[in-house]
């Protein structure tokens, strides 16, 4: 099963940029599709990005302002977050989807493998 680390959160202006990678390790296989998510104080977790063999998928919330990537060499996943907003601020995690198939689901619990998260603060 794997294991995963995010790094790279902090504070930022609105309208900056920052960048997020989350660390892959300890897994046999290499996950099929994996993704961002984000939760803040009080709100549900949502959905920040997911990459698979079907390609990218993005919310309206990030599309055209977040990029997400994966170096599967380094078994590294990417968002880069550009334009950020004060609406950006949130705990942002890593998932991996833990089987052989995927079919491109991306709600929360179609992902079974979880980073502890880092915080992304964006200031107004």
């Known amino acids: 099963q794997v294991q995963l680390v995010e790094s790279g959160g902090g504070l930022v202006q609105a309208g900056g940029s920052l960048r997020l990678s989350c660390a892959a390790s300890g897994g046999t296989l290499s996950s099929p599709a994996m993704a961002w998510f984000r939760q803040a104080p009080g709100k549900e977790r949502e959905l920040v990005a997911a990459?698979?063999?079907?390609?990218?998928a993005y919310p309206e919330s990030t599309k055209g302002r977040f990029t997400i990537s994966r170096d599967n060499d380094k078994n590294t996943l990417w968002l880069q977050m550009n334009s950020l907003k004060s609406e950006d601020t949130a705990v942002y995690y890593c998932?991996?989807?833990?089987?052989?198939?995927?079919?491109?689901?991306?709600?929360?619990?179609?992902?079974?493998?979880w980073g502890p998260g880092t915080q992304v603060t964006v200031s107004s």
């Open positions: 990459i698979s063999q079907r390609g990218a």
């Open positions: 998932a991996a989807f833990q089987g052989k198939y995927y079919s491109g689901g991306v709600r929360d619990t179609d992902f079974t493998a």
